[in-house]
T-cell receptor, first 118, second 116 residues
Framework: AQKVTQAQTEISVVEKEDVTLDCVYE???????LFWYKQPPSGELVFLIR??????QNEISGRYSWNFQKSTSSFNFTITASQVVDSAVYFC???????????????FGKGTKLSVIP | DTAVSQTPKYLVTQMGNDKSIKCEQN?????MYWYKQDSKKFLKIMFS???????INETVPNRFSPKSPDKAHLNLHINSLELGDSAVYFC???????????????FGPGTRLTVL
């Protein structure tokens, strides 16, 4: 069975601080995808990143960076110099890679609510 | 321009009524999904359809019936609505790539269902 744990329920930071959102996962699959989605107050789910399990290179996109460590089953997300617009609920998710027409689905963590205070 | 769209965005109804939520994707994807997000923001898969065929049916009451008239549409019909059905329902779609690899799921804007 797959499981994703986001231990931080809520985080508050002051604007311009850096913040890291933790994600720990469990899976029996040898290949899998990890994702981060953002849900702003407006409610939609915005795809941020997908990582394949055999690619442990960290990724940076502007103020966002992701640290994937297979040894600790973690896929953490850091926002540098946070801004008020970063306030949202962030979800980490896990899925298999190969499915054919099989039961491909996303297993989500419970989300971390980030509040960036001006 | 909208990739995955859902209608309506808000749905308020009385207990016992029957209602439908529609989902359409213009991405050419072969698989569509319904997820339920509860009041604590927890997201859980409900159904998955691949080329109009039901693939996943997670322990969802049979009052919920998905219908896929074609690859681009997956509607969710709910009979005899109950208070506990109040939630946000998200539609999503993805594509099967070569080699059996699944591509990323993209989500619709969600439908907030309130049962009074």
């Amino acid at each position: 069975a797959q499981k994703v744990t986001q231990a931080q329920t809520e985080i508050s930071v002051v604007e311009k601080e850096d913040v890291t959102l933790d994600c720990v996962y469990e899976t029996r699959d040898t290949t899998y995808y990890l994702f981060w989605y953002k849900q702003p107050p407006s409610g939609e789910l915005v795809f941020l990143i997908r990582r394949n399990s055999f690619d442990e290179q960290n990724e940076i996109s502007g103020r966002y960076s992701w640290n994937f460590q297979k040894s600790t089953s973690s896929f953490n997300f850091t926002i540098t110099a946070s801004q008020v617009v970063d306030s949202a609920v962030y979800f980490c998710a896990l899925s298999e890679v190969y499915s054919g027409a099989g039961s491909y689905q996303l297993t989500f963590g419970k989300g971390t609510k980030l509040s960036v205070i001006p | 321009d909208t990739a995955v769209s859902q209608t309506p965005k808000y749905l308020v109804t009385q207990m016992g009524n029957d209602k439908s939520i529609k989902c359409e994707q213009n991405l050419g994807h072969d698989t569509m999904y319904w997820y339920k997000q509860d009041s604590k923001k927890f997201l859980k898969i409900m159904f998955s359809y691949n080329n109009k065929e039901l693939i996943i049916n997670e322990t969802v009451p049979n009052r919920f019936s998905p219908k896929s008239p074609d690859k681009a549409h997956l509607n969710l019909h709910i009979n005899s609505l109950e208070l506990g059905d109040s939630a946000v329902y998200f539609c999503a779609s993805s594509q099967l790539l070569s080699g059996g690899i699944r591509d990323t799921q993209y989500f619709g804007p969600g439908t907030r269902l309130t049962v009074l």
